[in-house]
T-cell receptor, first 115, second 112 residues
Framework: DAGITQSPRHKVTETGTPVTLRCHQTENHRYMYWYRQDPGHGLRLIHYSYGVKDTDKGEVSDGYSVSRSKTEDFLLTLESATSSQTSVYFC??????????????FGPGTRLTVT | KNQVEQSPQSLIILEGKNCTLQCNYTVSPFSNLRWYKQDTGRGPVSLTIMTFSENTKSNGRYTATLDADTKQSSLHITASQLSDSASYICVVSGDSNYQLIWGAGTKLIIKP
């Protein structure tokens, strides 16, 4: 998984509780991304980062926030989890902006269940 | 609206057989098209990246084709193996902002 780890790998939480997912990379790539994957849908971009403290929204950012205080770490926070946020979350990294000529590398995913 | 549609949704074939997966897209302008393989419980792994000028690209037993005029791509798998069982996802990059448009994938099952 190209030097990308995600933690936790599985989590069950209750509606209304805050949740933070962590992505850690050892590749020193500039760009980091959070996606969610749901049955019947393609991966959907939540937020991405183009450097330390530089982040931007993706197509499904409502209810999520992110932070990047170090090159290697990108955190995704669900301030108040809802059942619609039950999903598998993937972190990805790339040397240049997604969609350019460079590949994206994905972490192993975090399965989050909100009850 | 930019969209990527894949067919079939799922496919079952016998080990050793060939198969072809389809991807149609409406993304415009176009930058590149990618095929990913995603094993169950794992993150996607890139198989190929094709730009506008590339018609065919191979990666071992995987061959991707691209027709930018008709906005279609296919992924051909030769002499399938049990390890090819996975979801195959087509992703298209629009030139305007490098946004990636992801297809929902084709779930391929190889039976012995």
């Amino acid at each position: 998984d190209a030097g990308i780890t995600q933690s936790p790998r599985h989590k069950v939480t209750e509606t209304g509780t805050p949740v933070t997912l962590r992505c850690h990379q050892t590749e020193n790539h500039r760009y980091m991304y959070w996606y969610r994957q749901d049955p019947g849908h393609g991966l959907r971009l939540i937020h991405y980062s183009y450097g330390v403290k530089d982040t931007d929204k993706g197509e499904v950012s409502d209810g999520y926030s992110v932070s990047r205080s170090k090159t290697e770490d990108f955190l995704l926070t669900l301030e108040s989890a809802t059942s619609s946020q039950t999903s598998v979350y993937f972190c990805a990294i790339s040397e240049s902006m997604a969609g350019g000529p460079n590949e994206q590398y994905f972490g192993p995913g975090t399965r989050l269940t909100v009850t | 609206k930019n969209q990527v549609e894949q067919s079939p949704q799922s496919l079952i074939i016998l080990e050793g057989k060939n198969c072809t997966l389809q991807c149609n897209y409406t993304v415009s302008p176009f930058s590149n098209l990618r095929w990913y393989k995603q094993d169950t419980g794992r993150g996607p792994v890139s198989l190929t990246i094709m730009t506008f000028s590339e018609n065919t690209k191979s990666n071992g037993r995987y061959t991707a084709t691209l027709d930018a005029d008709t906005k279609q791509s296919s992924l051909h798998i030769t002499a399938s193996q049990l390890s090819d069982s996975a979801s195959y996802i087509c992703v298209v990059s629009g030139d305007s902002n490098y946004q990636l448009i992801w297809g929902a994938g084709t779930k391929l099952i190889i039976k012995p």
